[in-house]
């Protein structure tokens, strides 16, 4: 029988390390990015407000992971509906795919919504708390929200939209 999470503050600071170092080099081929004079693919989250990484306008990025050393499924979609999942079950499959239109202006809505600004971990003041349990970043245009499947956490509601709508129209189960 699985053990319940351990619950141990971690620096916000530590945990947006993380996420920046696991997202150095996720990007769609052929986007925008691929036109001249274009950010070279790869290069990275762009800098954000007070230098926090943040994703381009209308594009997302969703990494999850169960534990520390879980599996890393990354999920990029870009502003079209075009999604890219690497590691999506845990079989070291990258599966790519398009959203439905819905999807796409379902998505483009939630990220456009202005609240968003205030569910980033830097308007939250968040810390992981729980050890052993599944933690999911969304790397918008607004900046990171991290949020942890732990007993009694609230998840931030429009962040928690944009992933239960990516989670639930991608291969999103983590099998070990």
Known sequence: MPSAPRSRPVSLSVAAALLVAALAGC??????????????????????PLGAATAEKGKVRLLQRVGAEGRLRAL???????????DCAGDGVTSTG????EQVSRLQGLLAD????RETDQA?????????????????????????????????????EILLLLTQATPAEITD
Do not use: F, M
């Open 27 to 48: 990007s769609l081929p052929g986007t925008a990015d691929d036109e001249p004079g274009a950010r070279p693919a790869g290069a990275g989250p762009q800098p954000g």
């Open 124 to 160: 939250r003041a968040y810390q992981v708390t729980c050890i052993g349990s599944l933690t999911s970043s969304l790397l918008t245009s607004a900046g990171l929200i991290t949020s942890q499947d732990c007993p009694g956490e609230e998840r931030p509601p429009i962040a928690n």
């Open 114 to 117: 202005p609240g968003l600004a």
């Open 76 to 86: 990029n979609v870009d502003s079209d509906g075009r999604w890219e999942c690497v």
């Open 98 to 101: 398009t959203l439905d239109p």
